[in-house]
């Protein structure tokens, strides 16, 4: 979210980072909104100044003995107030335009972010591990689920429809090892705070990490028995929000963010380093005819979260050490991957710079996402009011925040199901997981 104050004062800089992103330039556009709020609030307050000022001079007149004058101001006042209600439905209208306009702009990349276009213009920054040289085709993972007849999409079809998947026995097993082995690493050893949030959030949460309002048809709703209305065209005060009972929480982002929503925070508290395993839900609303088979994208799935709040001295380097810890996940694990930078053209919309984690999957032949880490600045702050009181100011300022996965826990058992693939179709468990498994070595039929 921006300030509408720096867009007038920096538009070319504004104008420059949406042209980055392969935007137009909109500090025109959203000037004269500006211009058209500040006019309505302007009309408003002398309306409210006129009235006052003519009710005193109503009774000046009165004790005069001027009564043709006072019956004229009265009618001058009566004339006010009839207006009152347009005059306050413009200087919503006007404010609810250009909350709306600046609330689906995202955020400006940092300088160092990579000009392109798509994910093909990402930059590879390092790679770790050798992916293994099999002496048979390796199977996908979905393949090898199947053959072991511990994942099941049949029965998921049948009760949920597709996108959803039933793992059953082993594979359950090794799923919930993947998150209690992530979370004892990032509390144990990476300094993170573990919770247990709500899986079910409000409006306001939503539109403060950016899930709204753009990406509402990328949601699931909870409506409690009620249809969800399609909006309005034309921007209203009441329009700005869709508006639901509650929204499904499409990554723990969301509810560890807003922790520190309408907060103002002691710079001591910070950086706040949280945690989260939980599941998440996401309609996949653009991705008709991708990855249909399989766990890579499904409607709900179990991911292991992280999130920072900083000053923004610190946020730079704290993007760093987030990629590192979610990256220890998949060298503990001894998964091959690769770390990218993401283009300007594929970053998220609330972040300024993303690193990607693709860990190799032996079955496609290719590496595929398994987390991403952002640093967002103080975009989602602004959009939260969430500040800090910094020790050596008198007055708040934006925190900075940070998210990243660490790391998608159903990617992470597909990788394992691809990488330690056996030729017999059973699968070895890694090192690091086997005291979660009961020190069970090997997943077979």
Sequence with gaps: MYDIKWIRENAEIFDRGRARRG????????????????????????????????????????????????????????????????????????????????????????????DGVDENDNVEVARWGEPRAFDFTPKEHFEIGEGLGLM??????????????????????????????????????????????????????MFGTAQLPKFREDQFSVTAGRQIGSGQSEPTAEALLPTAD???????????TNLVRES??????????????????????????KDTRGMIRQHQFYKVELVSVTTPEQSLEEHERMTGCAEKVLQLLELPYRKVVLCTGDMGFASQKTYDLEVWLPGQGKYREISSCSVCGDFQARRMNARYRPAESKGPRFVHTLNGSGVAVGRAMVAVLENYQQADGSVDVPRVLRPYMGGLSRLSR
Excluded at 246 to 256: K, Q, R
Aim: hydrophobic share 45%.
């Design 246 to 256: 509650y929204w499904l929480i499409p990554t723990a982002e969301v509810p560890l």
């Design 152 to 205: 099941d999409f049949e029965t998921a079809a049948k009760i949920s429809g597709a996108r959803f998947v039933v793992n059953k026995d082993g594979l359950a097993r090794l799923e919930r090892a993947l998150a209690q082995f992530m979370l004892d690493l990032h509390t144990n050893e990476h300094g993170y705070m573990e919770v247990s949030p709500p899986l079910l959030m409000r409006d306001d949460a």
């Design 264 to 289: 103002i925070l002691d710079e001591t508290q910070l950086p706040m380093r949280l945690t989260a395993g939980t599941y998440c839900f996401r309609a996949e609303a653009g991705a008709a005819g």
């Design 23 to 114: 935007l137009e330039a909109m500090s025109t556009q959203l000037l004269a909104f500006d211009d058209s709020r500040r006019a309505a609030i302007g009309e408003l307050q002398r309306a409210q100044e006129r009235r006052n000022a003519a009710s005193k001079e109503i009774g000046a007149a009165m004790k005069a003995g001027d009564s043709a004058k006072a019956e004229a101001l009265k009618a001058e006042v009566a004339q006010i107030k009839e207006n009152w209600p347009a005059l306050e439905e413009a200087e919503r209208y006007a404010i609810a335009e250009l909350d709306n306009a600046l609330a689906s702009i995202p955020n400006t990349p940092l300088d160092e972010v990579p």
